[in-house]
């Protein structure tokens, strides 16, 4: 009765620090995945504000192209005034302006297209959030 006792004891005894020793790996791997959430989330971050930065360059360059493109239009219809070499001026300027707009729907596209990885990164980036705060929420009790 006894070693019963004993036996039933000792088998508790293993089953209970084999439990705590899986808990404890599983709060390692946790804290590792959490650990690369974090390095992660460092990263789309530090991409998110390359793209920023290149999207705020490009809206520079747009308002830059909308200004020549308001000089052309300007130097257009001084052009249209002027009688003499008008043929000349007017191919010049049109040259100009096709240039301008191109640049402009380059512009554009590649404003677009930062716009789309932008809103690709932030959703990225609050779902690496969520992961992360799941990750280090302490377990339920």
Avoid: H, Y
């Amino acid at each position: 009765m006894k070693w019963k006792r004993i036996f039933t004891f000792l088998l508790a005894l293993v089953f209970s620090l084999t439990l705590i020793g899986c808990k404890r790996a599983e709060k390692e791997r946790a804290i590792a995945e959490a650990e690369q959430a974090k390095a992660e989330l460092t990263r789309v971050k530090a991409a998110l504000e390359q793209a920023q930065n290149e999207r705020d360059a490009l809206k520079t360059d747009m308002t830059r192209v909308s200004e020549l493109l308001e000089k052309v239009k300007s130097e257009l219809a001084n052009v249209k005034r002027a009688p003499d070499n008008l043929q000349e001026q007017v191919n010049k300027l049109t040259g100009s302006r096709d240039a301008a707009v191109t640049e402009a729907k380059n512009a554009k596209a590649g404003i677009d297209e930062l716009q789309g990885e932008l809103k690709a990164a932030q959703a990225a980036v609050a779902d690496l959030q969520k992961k992360l705060e799941a990750a280090t929420a302490p377990p339920p009790q």
